[in-house]
Nanobody, 128 residues
């Protein structure tokens, strides 16, 4: 399974961006998905990026980092194998590389055997 993010860019504080994460591959079913971010110079080497938001397979349950609650909304369209992150009221401290993550299984095999994969990341820069 490959994940490709898009939608990043440069925006002024208070502005909005919408990130997309499209999954492709063969014979897969995606379970939970999430958005993570890594700010330059603010992450210990080898440490996983910080969780921004996550969503369950059916989209019925979501979870957000405290710093983005009320401003960001995660969603997914399973028919398109795509996840989104609507980011409103952006702040300079939201500047980071944003990565999507998906947990999935191969539909030809036992669904309890799951795997994880990351996208390549998309830069979000918020100017003050």
């Amino acid at each position: 399974v490959q994940l490709v993010e898009s939608g990043g860019g440069l925006v002024q504080a208070g502005g909005s961006l919408r990130l997309s994460c499209a999954a492709s591959g063969s014979n897969f079913v995606i379970n939970a998905m999430g958005w993570y971010r890594q700010a330059p110079g603010k992450q210990a080497p080898g440490k996983q990026p910080d969780l921004v938001a996550s969503i369950t397979s059916g989209g019925g349950s979501t979870n957000y980092a405290d710093s983005v609650k009320g401003r960001f909304t995660i969603s997914r369209d399973n028919a398109k194998n795509t996840m989104y992150l609507q980011m409103n009221s952006l702040k300079p401290e939201d500047t980071a590389v944003y990565y999507c993550y998906a947990q999935y299984y191969n539909s030809d095999y036992d669904q309890s055997l799951t795997f994880g994969t990351w996208g390549q990341g998309t830069q979000v820069t918020v100017s003050s």
